[in-house]
Each structure stands twice: as structure tokens, then as C-alpha cells.
């Protein structure tokens, strides 16, 4: 059985991209102090460790988790069930963008397509009350948002520039109270639904 050490090394030492350390201890923190956070929906399984790790934050916490990859869903569903989490955390495979639910979240964790965050929000805005939260994760991206010197690669610049306009208009929309944590992780805002 792969402890949740193996898991994160393991999806470090293979490029599966999982949650930076600092960014993932502000995201359980974050849980931690806000003790009415109990249904998170988290858009990015990848192999299941920041599910595993949230759920693990209360035994009172569910997590359903979206994932668009076949293998890494399969690999996800593998690792939840090895740490005996299958009863609260629901992976479900599929486009985020396409997922519906009636139920309403009181935390929803963004860490999928960086260029579709935009779309995220505005699709599950319908699944949170006022006191809701979204938690946006990379939305520095290497740094390289803010300089883009840092890459001369044209597919990453176009979703650096998305990733910034989107981190503008998170900040300005009055439908939600932002902060950006620009230090932690790689760039992390939290808004709250008004």
C-alpha cells in the first residue's frame, strides 16, 4: 500500500502535476481554520493526493473530485481506495466544464486547464451560496505571468496571458471577496462568494 509519501514523490518523480508543498499546506491550512468547510469540489484529480489530502484535513469532509484523464483517474481511484477515503471522496471522470450537480459547496478547488478558470467559475457559480469559496491554484505559472521573459514557448505565453486576465478579473469582480497570495504556491487566490 502507497503511504501519502509515496503518492506525492511518486507523482513528483513523474511529472504528474500535483499541488506545489507550500501551496498545498496554505490549501489544508485554509481548511483547517475554516471549520465549516466540509463539501469540496475539486476540478483536477490527477492521481488523487490533494483530494486525499483534504479529506484527511476531518472526517467530516467530502470531496468530489473531477478528472479528465482516463489513466490518471484510474491511478486516483487506486490510491483513494488504498487509504481507505472512497466513502468521502467521489472521483468522477469527465471535462469539468461538462459536470453538473445540484449540490452546493462550501470550498471549490480550481487546479485544472489554467486557459478554462474562467469557465470553471462561472459554471459552478450556480453550486455555491454567499460564504462559498474558490481556491485558484498556479495562477503565476512558473512566474512566468508576470515575466513573461521566462518562456519563449507561444502556447505557454497565450495561457499566461489568459492566466493574467483572468487573475484581473477575479480581483475586480463584485461578485466575490479576493485575495491573491502571490507568494504562496505558484500563485494562489481565494474569492468568496458576496
Known amino acids: ?75 486516483a481511484i487506486r490510491n483513494i481506495d488504498e487509504q481507505h477515503l472512497s466513502g468521502r471522496i467521489h472521483c468522477h471522470l469527465c471535462d469539468a466544464a461538462q459536470y453538473q450537480t445540484d449540490r452546493i459547496y462550501d470550498l471549490i478547488f480550481i487546479d485544472a486547464a489554467k486557459s478554462q478558470y474562467r469557465r470553471y467559475l462561472e459554471h459552478f457559480l450556480r453550486n455555491t451560496v454567499p460564504g462559498s469559496v474558490f481556491l485558484f491554484d498556479n495562477l503565476n505559472f512558473h512566474g512566468i505571468v508576470d515575466d513573461p521573459a521566462l518562456s519563449e514557448n507561444r502556447s505557454t505565453l497565450q495561457m499566461t496571458r489568459k492566466i493574467l486576465k483572468f487573475r484581473d478579473h477575479i480581483l475586480a469582480d463584485p461578485r466575490f471577496h479576493t485575495e491573491f497570495y502571490n507568494d504562496r504556491g505558484d500563485g494562489i487566490a481565494v474569492a468568496e462568494v458576496l
Open 1 to 75: 500500500m502507497k503511504t501519502i509519501k509515496n503518492i506525492h514523490d511518486s507523482a513528483r518523480e513523474n511529472n504528474i502535476p500535483i499541488m506545489l508543498d507550500d501551496g498545498m499546506s496554505f490549501l489544508l491550512e485554509y481548511i483547517r481554520t475554516h471549520e465549516r468547510i466540509r463539501d469540496i469540489l475539486e476540478c483536477g484529480t490527477a492521481v488523487g493526493y490533494s483530494a486525499i489530502r483534504m479529506a484527511s484535513v476531518r472526517w467530516d469532509i467530502t470531496v468530489d473530485t473531477l478528472e479528465i484523464d482516463p489513466v490518471m483517474y484510474t491511478e
